[in-house]
């Protein structure tokens, strides 16, 4: 068991943007959130990250609890994650920012990276191999010199999860990685989370193409105003009333 | 002893007036462009300064206050063309380096034209000062009293009760909107800036009878002007009133109670308390702001 | 290193050389304040161009470290090295005592903090009475000594000043291509990914700035040492403002930026001072003044990322090195 939630709930002024969500994501599988806009997803995944804390309910990885943690040491844990609206360090290059992301991969302070003691050159020398390792298996290691701002949106978006996966992460969440992306990119993209599943790689993905959901997520899990409405395999998703419900009114099926 | 605190209250009183204008000029223009001008003071000492001179020509007082105004107003409205206008889009920290920027030139601008020296202004009306309670009240004070309220009123006015008054209102809080309307943003920035100038040339004419007015004083009076802002949360000119009184008040009893040296250490103390522990009231204000 | 920083600092090796040819004090005099800026804006630099947090008070932790030189030497004896250490640390202690609360604000309130902050401390300089020596300040400062060397000459401070600088150039070369460099430049660019990259934003930016007011200490220090005399009127918010012109004309978050910045506003200042005069008969600081204004609104508008990017040439890139060791990949 990776990652349980239990009972989370949070109001943001009178509303429940998220109410009582609990399930669980098992190591090495894609839990996928789906919902309609608004339904509470991203909020859900600031909570989990640590940016907004929840009012009630309990988070654990590997049962030790995440609640009241600042961001940074959910990072440090273990979790990574990815925006809806990009957050790429634009000006730096691509590698730089992979190299970013892997922050968490070595220790040295402040202090000792005024020196350049061969230990610090050893360290810089492996997090660049690795990044780069990264960025050729996401298919942007051409690409490694440019600034991140130079890519085309589909490259960033890809980008971005390269610089989540840095740190070698127990858990990625990717916040709508396929959105704005063309049919081609988001087959790539879908290939490339496939891959990532393959390799062991947990994640959490909130998408709104069922395509990318059904052919990637092993459990669905359901949101609508803040609550859980289904929990199951894609196919029990598919074929559930309350679902196609709150996508499309009655009478219809999903895909 | 109790004239003694009765003076310090007048002197509080009238220093915190100035400041009060200077601070509600400060927090319209910001509300209305989302700029902060540190170059307000600088719009007074000029205002001042160029009262000085003109009054030195014979021009009787009230045109010197006329054509003061008129003559900063323009120059508030030349730098915003000249600059604010030409950074459009640049973010807020860089808006405020042009106005530092800008705050620089002028000074160095009067430091050119009028000297070191110090100089004075007539007041408004004869007479002697009025004795209240054993203490005495300058009667300029009470034209400065009056400067603020009319400005209140008036801004008040402006905004309240006319229909470009409320044009201005809506363009701050929907810019889209604005533009859509036909309404002009540019516009309402220039004339933000001709009405900083006017007010603070306003400002400066009405405190240089009772001040020693020299080139150096705008920065001081700008910073202060904005502390006084800042404790009235920059959202509203009532608040900026209130926030300049309360400095004045407050520099005035330091100064005279404990050590006159600590008058400028006062409102920069506030400053940093307001920013520090209570920036809800200056930060609820900018997450207010659109433009 | 790569290639082309060391060329960089070879470059200035040789053109450092120079001036110990050519003996003239006022020569070194000049380079010693450009250098003591440079050490000063470096700091800065990596606050503002790097953590992208700005200061409009760093006129203050100049002064503070003068002041501490000179107070621990002429009115405690202690000996002027440690005295210079003290300098140095003094100014960092403050820095981390009002960093944590003062960074939490963003840009334009943090550019008003710390402008408060540098007026409060300009004050406390001309109030302070028996300890600051007021307004006239204090004078009598004892030549810098390291064992029986004494630093005595323009010449020995020109020496000093830079070697402290080039030492401070390697180091800074250092963070920026480390792990902290990176993580720097991230909390500028996007501090809501960063802290989700794990990187504790508050912490390094806290470190940044601390980092910024020791470096502005040391130079007080050594100034203290090199004037032998101080007072409040070098550590005014004019000050400030020119650190941050400084910064800003060589051009924020690169690395020769802040020494670039020095240079052009020294030199600037020097010019104005010759030629002002010439031109207009009778003249004097108040053109510096305005001119510097007009700088300051002109570079915010055309030319906000400064001379450097001007100068690419001496820009350190990662750019070109990735590409060669792709090829270079199986």
Same mark, same amino acid.
């Given at each position: 068991m990776l990652l349980e939630l239990s009972g989370v709930t949070k109001h943001f002024g009178g509303i429940a943007a998220v109410k009582d969500i609990g399930f669980r994501v098992t190591e090495g599988s894609i839990v996928a959130l789906i919902g309609p806009n608004g339904a509470g997803k991203t909020t859900l995944f600031n909570i989990i990250t640590g940016t907004v804390p929840p009012e009630k309910g309990s988070i654990t990885i590997n049962g030790r609890d995440m609640v009241g943690l600042k961001p940074f040491q959910i990072a440090s844990a273990g979790i990574t994650r990815t925006f809806q609206n990009l957050q790429l360090f634009s000006s730096m290059t691509v590698l730089e920012n992979v190299m970013a992301g892997a922050y968490l991969r070595s220790k040295k302070g402040f202090i000792r990276s005024l020196f350049s003691f061969p230990g610090n050159c050893r360290e810089e020398k492996k997090i660049r191999e690795e990044s780069l390792t990264l960025l050729e298996n996401i298919g942007l290691v051409e690409t490694a010199g440019l600034f991140a701002s130079e890519l085309p949106f589909g490259k960033q978006r890809l980008l971005e999860i390269a610089r989540a996966l840095a740190s070698h992460p127990a858990l990625v969440l990717l916040d709508e990685? $396929? $959105?704005?992306?063309?049919p081609n990119e988001t087959e790539v993209l879908t290939d490339y989370l496939k891959k990532l599943k393959r390799k062991g790689t947990t994640m959490i993905l909130i998408e709104h193409d069922m395509q990318t959901v059904m052919e990637a997520a092993d459990r669905i899990v359901v949101l609508n105003f803040g609550q859980m409405i289904a929990e199951g395999t894609p196919a029990e998703i598919q074929a559930n009333p309350e679902v196609i419900k709150a996508y499309l009114g009655e009478d219809e099926k999903i895909a | 002893m109790g004239e003694q605190l009765l003076q310090l209250l007048f002197t509080g009183l009238t220093l915190g007036s100035i400041y009060s204008i200077i601070a509600l000029t400060l927090v319209t223009t910001f509300n209305v462009t989302g700029i902060l001008n540190l170059a307000q003071g600088e719009f007074v000492v000029i205002g001042a300064l160029l009262a000085v001179s003109l009054q030195g020509t014979g021009m009787p007082m009230i045109a010197v206050f006329i054509v003061s105004v008129i003559l900063v107003a323009i120059l508030g409205g030349l730098l915003e063309r000249l600059t604010i206008n030409r950074a459009r889009g640049a973010s807020s920290l860089s808006m405020l380096i042009i106005t530092i920027g800008l705050s620089i030139s002028l000074r160095g601008l009067a430091l050119l034209i009028w000297g070191t020296d110090t100089y004075s202004l007539p007041a408004f009306s004869k007479g002697g000062s009025l004795l209240m309670g054993g203490a005495a009240l300058n009667p300029q004070s009470i034209w400065i009293f009056a400067l603020v309220a009319v400005t209140l009123a008036g801004l008040y006015g402006f905004f309240e009760h006319t229909f470009w008054g409320k044009v201005v209102k809506a363009s701050v809080y929907n810019q889209t909107g604005a533009r859509l309307q036909g309404i002009n943003l540019n516009t309402i920035s220039f004339l933000a800036f001709v009405a900083a100038g006017g007010l603070g040339a306003a400002a400066g004419v009405s405190i240089g009878p009772i001040t020693m007015v020299t080139y150096d004083m705008g920065f001081m009076l700008g910073v202060k002007g904005f502390v006084a802002a800042a404790i009235g949360g920059l959202s509203n000119v009532g608040g900026a009133v209130i926030g300049g009184i309360l400095l004045g008040i407050l520099e005035s009893f330091s100064s005279g109670l404990i050590s006159s040296g600590l008058k400028d250490a006062i409102s920069m103390i506030i400053l940093l308390g307001v920013l520090l522990f209570r920036p809800q009231g200056i930060i609820g204000a900018i997450r207010e702001r659109k433009i | 290193m790569n290639l082309k920083s060391h060329k960089g600092l070879i470059l200035l090796l040789l053109l450092l050389i120079i001036p110990l040819m050519v003996e003239s004090n006022y020569l070194y005099g000049t380079l010693v304040i450009i250098g003591l800026y440079a050490i000063i804006v470096q700091g800065l630099g990596i606050l503002m161009g790097y953590a992208g947090q700005v200061s409009f008070g760093h006129a203050a932790f100049f002064g503070l470290g003068g002041y501490t030189a000179a107070i621990l030497t002429t009115r405690f004896h202690w000996p002027t090295l440690l005295a210079l250490l003290a300098s140095a640390i003094l100014p960092g202690i403050i820095a981390g005592l009002i960093g944590r609360q003062t960074l939490k604000l963003r840009e334009l309130y943090l550019a008003l903090a710390t402008l408060s902050f540098g007026i409060l401390v300009h004050i406390f300089f001309n109030e302070g009475g028996e300890l600051t020596g007021g307004p006239s300040g204090m004078s009598g400062i004892p030549n810098l000594s390291i064992g029986s060397f004494e630093f005595d000459s323009d010449q020995k401070f020109y020496i000093l000043v830079w070697f402290i600088l080039l030492m401070l150039l390697i180091g800074i070369y250092n963070l920026v291509h480390s792990r902290t460099g990176r993580a720097l430049c991230s909390i500028r660019e996007s501090e809501y990914a960063a802290e989700n990259a794990g990187i504790d934003c508050a912490r390094l930016k806290l470190q940044a700035f601390i980092f910024s007011a020791l470096l502005a200490g040391l130079a007080g220090g050594l100034y203290a040492f090199y004037v032998t005399f101080i007072s409040p009127s070098p550590f005014s918010f004019h000050t400030s403002v020119q650190f941050v012109l400084m910064a800003v004309i060589g051009g924020l978050g690169t690395f020769w930026g802040p020494v670039i910045g020095a240079a052009v506003v020294v030199a600037l200042n020097e010019l104005l001072r010759e030629i002002v005069p010439l031109l207009i008969p009778g003249a004097g600081g108040e053109y510096q003044i305005i001119i510097y204004g007009v700088i300051l609104v002109g570079l915010m508008i055309f030319q906000p990322k400064g001379l450097s990017s001007i100068g690419q040439f001496f820009r350190l890139p990662l750019k070109k090195e990735p590409t060669t060791e792709v090829k270079n990949r199986g």
């Open positions: 990685p $396929a $959105a704005g992306l063309n | - | -």
